[in-house]
């Protein structure tokens, strides 16, 4: 089946660890997006790619990183520098502009 | 900068009841797009409806239907007749002209609860 996949589904940071969330897509799309939700403040974009070996800054890139190596994969590491990082972590991906973006099932990140 | 408001946080209604969840947005581009998504408990957000800037005729499938009116900026949702299964957190979104990206802005989502 094509679609997105996220892992894990459930993860724990401790104090001044960086963790990395991962993405894999197989449907050929070239766009990637990954996006935090907090409850009651809906879905913000933290950085997107829209090729290979590109991405950009979102709305809230301060304290993680992501690379895009290749098309299928785009991997984002929640740094120590992140001072607030419990949240939902969503990553989707599109054909390109405008259209509609398709979504994994999320990671839960929780501080310890 | 854009925005979209989803002024109602969370409406419960009975089942068979129908319910319209409100979206406002803003944006000065004359080109763009408005979704509807929807995230039940599961957490993947499950894509509803696109629509474009210049096709403001309703939209109806099955038991949903969508009014999408520029002079008030609001692409409103409306569920008929609903159902147990309905009960979902649903966000408006809007996309943005970003290169070859979708580079979308979500409202803070209506969380619809539908009882027995």
């Known amino acids: 089946d094509g679609g997105i996949t996220q892992s894990p589904k459930y993860l724990f940071r401790k104090e001044g660890q960086n963790v990395t969330l991962s993405c894999e897509q197989n449907l050929n799309h070239d766009a990637m997006y990954w996006y935090r939700q907090d409850p009651g403040q809906g879905l913000r974009l933290i950085y997107y790619s829209q090729i290979v070996n590109d991405f950009q800054k979102g709305d809230i890139a301060e304290g993680y990183s992501v690379s895009r190596e290749k098309k299928e994969s785009f991997p984002l590491t929640v740094t120590s520098a992140q001072k607030n990082p419990t949240a939902f972590y969503l990553c989707?991906?599109?054909?390109?502009?405008?259209?509609?973006?398709?979504f994994g099932s999320g990671t839960q990140l929780s501080v310890l | 900068a854009q925005k979209v408001t989803q002024a109602q946080t969370e409406i419960s209604v009975v089942e068979k009841e129908d319910v319209t969840l409100d979206c406002v947005y803003e944006t000065r581009d004359t080109t763009y797009y408005l979704f509807w998504y929807k995230q039940p408990p599961s957490g993947e957000l499950v894509f509803l409806i696109r629509?474009?800037?210049?096709?403001?005729q309703n939209e109806i499938s099955g038991r949903y239907s969508w009014n999408f009116q520029k002079s008030t900026s609001s692409f409103n949702f409306t569920i008929t007749a609903s159902q147990v299964v309905d009960s979902a957190v649903y966000f408006c979104a809007l996309s943005v002209d970003t290169g070859t990206a979708s580079k979308l802005t979500f409202g803070t989502g209506t969380r619809l609860q539908v009882t027995l």
């Open positions: 629509r474009n800037s210049f096709d403001e």
């Open positions: 989707a991906s599109s054909r390109g502009r405008d259209e509609k973006l398709f």
